[in-house]
């Protein structure tokens, strides 16, 4: 009786050692939770109150998009200029819409970018996003609010360039990316960086001057995935397609490769288990609370699963 008592103590203890385990590997790395543009989903996108609020949430990495200032400063923005959907102008009127940008941010200086509010304005994609008035924070910035909460995440870095805007919205690939690794050094933050782009000759010259930096080859959804892989002269690390582009069979194909494929930008909860069914190695999401929620549940199950075969 006593054996038997004991046994049951002992089996007991090792169910509750798996749920254990199986809970803690849902906050682990089984797929890289990054937050695009922090959680654009729930607070204006690239501000710091969401890469705070998107570390809070428990994301693993934060995928931001970076500019130059015309006094070479590196501003966490998706364009290089002010998009008149997210901004008003420092007297807190509209930017009208036009086929020109208005406010080019490689010809004003950071002092200038700052002054705009592009937090308060309602956007059409996402009505439940928490408005407040915030503003395009340096990327120096975003590492020290990092630093300040003790967080480990990692930052998924994109280099927003085009052909079209060399010398007009962005430096010379080179000059680019010179001041990207060069904050990226000062910060001391070269050992949890990943740079991507959509722009080859951007991703060519990380290669040349950072070789160990990782990379990520960025495709839309107007690409093909061989085509744009061959165009570039190196392996990268990262491939990172617009999420339809995939299969479960090109998944597979890649990872076995040797590639890590992370897709953007998927939102949709029906999409996001398809990408985690497929075993993605990461997802891009604005809304990374539904997807750790999903990983968690995912997760649960999966525990109970196991304990049903005991």
């Known amino acids: 009786m006593i054996n038997k008592r004991f046994l049951q103590i002992k089996k007991t203890n090792a169910i509750i050692a798996l749920i254990l385990l199986c809970m803690s590997c849902s906050s682990n790395k089984q797929i890289d939770i990054q937050g695009h543009r922090g959680c654009r989903g729930l607070l204006p996108e690239n501000s710091l109150p969401a890469f705070e609020k998107a570390i809070d949430i428990g994301v693993n990495t934060l995928e931001l998009d970076i500019v130059i200032s015309k006094d070479h400063k590196v501003v966490v923005s998706h364009e290089p200029y002010m998009n008149p959907v997210i901004c008003y102008n420092p007297k807190g009127l509209s930017i009208p819409y036009s086929l020109e940008p208005h406010y080019n941010l490689f010809k004003m200086n950071y002092d200038e970018i700052k002054q ?9 994609t996402y009505p439940q996003q928490e408005k407040l008035n915030t503003y395009k924070p340096l990327l120096s910035e975003v590492f020290d609010m990092a630093k300040t909460k003790n967080s480990d995440v990692k930052f998924n870095i994109e280099i927003k360039s085009e052909s079209d805007y060399y010398g007009i919205f962005t430096p010379q690939p080179k000059a680019y990316v010179k001041l990207v690794l060069d904050e990226i050094i000062k910060n001391d933050m070269l050992t949890r960086v990943n740079l991507q782009s959509f722009d080859v000759k951007i991703l060519e010259e990380i290669k040349k001057q950072s070789p160990k930096m990782e990379v990520a080859l960025l495709i839309d959804d107007n690409e093909a995935i061989e085509k744009k892989l061959k ?7 990262i491939i ?3 999420f339809i582009l995939l299969t479960a069979e090109s998944v597979n194909s890649y990872q076995g490769k040797g590639f890590q494929v992370i897709p953007w930008t998927v939102n949709e909860e029906e999409d996001l288990k398809q990408m985690i069914a497929w075993n993605v190695d990461g997802i891009i999401t604005d809304y990374p609370d539904v997807l750790i929620k999903i990983l968690k549940s ?4 999966n525990a109970l699963n196991t304990i049903t075969k005991e």
């Open 231 to 237: 165009s570039l002269s190196f392996k990268p690390e």
């Open 116 to 124: 705009f509010d592009c937090g308060t304005k309602f956007h059409p």
């Open 298 to 301: 995912q997760n649960r199950i």
């Open 240 to 242: 990172s397609p617009y």
